[in-house]
């Protein structure tokens, strides 16, 4: 029988969004949520943020710069709802068809 629950916990996007603006907005989704679902800033540094929730639960979000844009990294194990959300909220990188006109 497979994991699926490895699959939930570890989810990725990519956006038009600089890793800061990414980083920034994930503490502002994050702690504005109402309910068992707010989580506060625990540890920073510039390629991610670790947020505490309820019951000690742990977001954490990670960024990493890339030619195509900003490679975004979100992982709970509680919170899996709550991170596809954020990275849904992110702005896309605009798909190519890798068809030249």
Same mark, same amino acid.
């Not at 969004?17 to 994050?30: P, R």
């Not at 954490?60 to 509680?78: C, K, M, R």
């Not at 954020?86 to 798909?95: D, M, Q, Y």
């Given at each position: 029988?497979? *994991? *699926? $629950? &490895? *699959? &939930? /916990?570890?989810? $990725? %996007?990519? /956006?038009?969004? #600089?890793?800061?603006?990414?980083?920034? /907005?994930?503490?502002?989704?994050?702690?504005? &949520?109402? #309910?068992? @679902?707010?989580? =506060?800033?625990?540890?920073?540094? !510039?390629? =991610? +943020?670790?947020?505490?929730? $309820? #019951?000690?639960?742990?977001?954490?979000?990670?960024?990493?710069?890339? !030619? %195509?844009?900003?490679?975004? /990294?979100?992982?709970? @194990?509680?919170?899996?709802?709550?991170? %596809?959300? =954020?990275?849904?909220?992110? !702005? !896309? +990188?605009? %798909?190519?068809?890798?068809? +030249?006109?």
């Amino acid at each position: 029988m497979a *994991n *699926n $629950q &490895r *699959n &939930r /916990t570890m989810q $990725q %996007a990519q /956006t038009t969004l #600089g890793a800061a603006a990414v980083l920034s /907005t994930a503490k502002e989704f994050f702690g504005s &949520r109402t #309910g068992i @679902y707010t989580a =506060f800033l625990e540890k920073e540094g !510039p390629t =991610f +943020v670790a947020l505490r929730g $309820q #019951g000690g639960e742990e977001i954490v979000i990670g960024v990493a710069e890339t !030619p %195509a844009g900003t490679s975004v /990294t979100g992982s709970s @194990y509680l919170f899996d709802q709550q991170v %596809a959300r =954020f990275l849904s909220t992110l !702005p !896309p +990188v605009a %798909a190519t068809s890798g068809v +030249v006109s």
